[in-house]
Antibody, heavy 119, light 110 residues
Framework: EVQLVESGGGLVQPGGSLRLSCAAS????????MNWVRQAPGKGLEWLSD????????YYADSVKGRFTISRDNAKNSLYLQMSSLRAEDTAVYYC????????????WGLGTLVTVSS | QTVVTQEPSFSVSPGGTVTLTCGLS?????????PTWYQQTPGQAPRTLIY???TRSSGVPDRFSGSILGNKAALTITGAQADDESDYYC??????????FGGGTKLTVL
C-alpha cells in the first residue's frame, strides 16, 4: 500500500525557516517524481514544487521560487521541502504527492502537515 | 501568469446532472494540459476522480466523467448524490515542469 507521511510542520515566526519531510513507503520511491502542494486555511490547492526521480530537475511555482528548496534522499525514501524567509501567507497545510509514472498527474497524497507562520 | 478558472460554486439537485468546467485566463484547455480532477472534503487530502482528461481513477463511480467541452476541461456528474457535496479542483500541466490548480468549485447538493 502506498503511504506518504508528512512531518515537520509547526509554528514559525515570520522570516524564519522550516524543513518539511515526507516519508514514503509501499512503492519504489526512487523511480517516481515527487511534488509538494499546499492549501491555505479555507483556500484552494496550490502546486509548489516538483523533483524528478534522480533529482536531476527541480521546478518551482513563482510564489516560492528562491525561498523554498525541494530535495530527496532515495536511500531513505524521503522527500523534503526546505522553507526560508517564511511569510504569514505561507501558512497552510503542506501535502506531498507522488507524480504518476504514466501520465502527468498526482496519484497519491499524504495527509498533510500544518505550517503556521505567525509572531 | 496564466490563471486556471473554475466556477466558485455550483448547486445541483439530488439525481441531477452538473458539469463543472476548468478554463484558462488566456487560451484554450486541450488534452495536452492533461486535465486532472480532484474531489476534496474538509480536512481530507484530495481524491483523484479523473486524470488525463477522461480516465476515471480506480474505484471512482462511472457517474463521474471528464471531457473537453469547447475550450475548457469539464467534469460531469450524472445522478448527483448527497455525498458528492465537496470541493472540486482541476489541475493542468502547463509544461516546463509546472502545474497549476484551478481555484476550486464548491458543489452543493440540495
Amino acid at each position: 500500500e502506498v503511504q506518504l507521511v508528512e512531518s515537520g510542520g509547526g509554528l514559525v515566526q515570520p522570516g524564519g525557516s522550516l524543513r518539511l519531510s515526507c516519508a514514503a513507503s509501499g512503492f519504489t520511491f526512487s523511480t517516481y517524481s515527487m511534488n509538494w502542494v499546499r492549501q491555505a486555511p479555507g483556500k484552494g490547492l496550490e502546486w509548489l514544487s516538483d523533483i524528478t526521480s534522480s533529482s536531476s530537475s527541480m521546478y518551482y511555482a513563482d510564489s516560492v521560487k528562491g525561498r523554498f528548496t525541494i530535495s530527496r534522499d532515495n536511500a531513505k525514501n524521503s522527500l523534503y521541502l526546505q522553507m526560508s524567509s517564511l511569510r504569514a501567507e505561507d501558512t497552510a497545510v503542506y501535502y506531498c504527492a507522488r507524480r504518476s509514472a504514466v501520465v502527468t498527474w498526482f496519484d497519491y497524497w499524504g495527509l498533510g502537515t500544518l505550517v503556521t507562520v505567525s509572531s | 501568469q496564466t490563471v486556471v478558472t473554475q466556477e466558485p460554486s455550483f448547486s445541483v439537485s439530488p439525481g441531477g446532472t452538473v458539469t463543472l468546467t476548468c478554463g484558462l485566463s488566456s487560451g484554450s484547455v486541450s488534452t495536452g494540459y492533461y486535465p486532472t480532477w480532484y474531489q476534496q472534503t474538509p480536512g481530507q487530502a484530495p481524491r483523484t476522480l479523473i486524470y488525463n482528461t477522461n480516465t476515471r481513477s480506480s474505484g471512482v463511480p462511472d457517474r463521474f466523467s471528464g471531457s473537453i467541452l469547447g475550450n475548457k476541461a469539464a467534469l460531469t456528474i450524472t445522478g448527483a448524490q448527497a455525498d458528492d457535496e465537496s470541493d472540486y479542483y482541476c489541475l493542468l500541466y502547463m509544461g516546463s515542469g509546472a502545474w497549476v490548480f484551478g481555484g476550486g468549485t464548491k458543489l452543493t447538493v440540495l
